[in-house]
C-alpha cells in the first residue's frame, strides 16, 4: 500500500514566478538534485509540458520514467507516472497558495509505490528525502534565479 509524503515551504515570489520554474521540466537537473536528466515530450495547448521523460538518481530509486502533467494555471500541477522500470506508481502534486505578501507557499504530495519490495522506513524515508530536496532546490532556484 503507497503512503502519501507530504510537505510544504515558503517562497519570496509570486505564485506565477513558482510555477514558471516548475513548469520548466528541462531545467530540472540543474536544481532538483537527484534528477539527472528531463526531455518535454509533449506540451499542451498552454506551453506547459503534458509528458516527460526522466531519469532519476535518488537514494534507492534510480529509474527512467515517464510522467504526464495536468496544469491548473498557476495553482496546481499533478502528474502520473505512465512508463517506469523501479516504479510501480507514481501520483504527485504541486499546489501554491498565494499568500498576499509576495510569497507563495508550496505544497508537494506524493506517493510512490516501486516494483521491487523495499522495507518501509526505507522507502518513506526516500520519499521524504526526494520532496524535501525538490522543495528546497525549488525554493533557491526561484529566489536566486
Known sequence: MADQTHADIVIDAPPAEVMD??????????????????????????????????????????????????????ESVTWQLTKSGVLKSQDGTYTLEDNGDGTTTVIYDLTIELN????????????KSVVETALNGLKKRVENG
Open 21 to 74: 520554474v516548475i513548469a520548466d521540466l528541462a531545467k530540472y537537473p540543474e536544481w532538483s538534485d537527484g534528477v539527472k536528466s528531463a526531455e518535454v515530450l509533449k506540451t499542451g495547448a498552454d506551453g506547459r509540458p503534458s509528458d516527460a521523460r526522466l531519469r532519476v538518481e535518488a537514494g534507492p530509486i534510480r529509474d527512467t520514467y515517464e510522467l504526464a502533467y495536468e496544469w491548473n494555471g498557476d
Open 116 to 127: 521491487v519490495p523495499m522495507i518501509g522506513m526505507l522507502k518513506k524515508r526516500a520519499e
